[in-house]
């Protein structure tokens, strides 16, 4: 059974930066498709940003276009998604989440593990 440990959140100032990972265990990752999601108080969970099994494509929300970047290392079962130049709307709970297929979604509905997730807050 696969396990999804996510770390690296904290307090950042804006415009600051902050790499989370997503440490997995109980199986490879090399099989599984990758988003990273968020969720703010009173509000939905939104996908963030996905990456297919073996790392051939990549998706990120709009919001977070040119500052993200998701990457994965197979041999270390680690998901990575490094957040630059961070805003105030970054603020939320942060997901990793895996599913047993090549292509990735930013639809939550679309995975069947979940880690455990790590608290991003962005403010001065």
């Known amino acids: 059974q696969l396990q999804l440990v996510e770390s690296g959140g904290g307090l950042v100032q804006p415009g600051g930066s902050l790499r989370l990972s997503c440490a997995a265990s109980?199986?490879?990752?090399?099989?599984?498709?990758i988003g990273w999601f968020r969720q703010a108080p009173g509000k939905e969970r939104e996908g963030v940003s996905c990456?297919?099994?073996?790392?051939?494509?990549?998706n990120y929300a709009d919001s977070v276009k040119g500052r993200f970047t998701i990457s994965r290392d197979n041999a270390k079962k680690t998901v990575y998604l490094q957040m630059n130049s961070l805003k105030p709307e970054d603020t939320a709970v942060y997901y990793c989440?895996?599913?047993?297929?090549?292509?990735?979604?930013?639809?939550?509905?679309?995975?069947?593990?979940w880690g455990q997730g790590t608290q991003v807050t962005v403010s001065s």
């Open positions: 990456l297919s099994s073996f790392g051939g494509s990549t």
């Open positions: 109980g199986s490879t990752l090399d099989y599984y498709a």
């Open positions: 989440a895996a599913d047993w297929r090549p292509y990735c979604s930013t639809r939550p509905d679309a995975y069947d593990f």
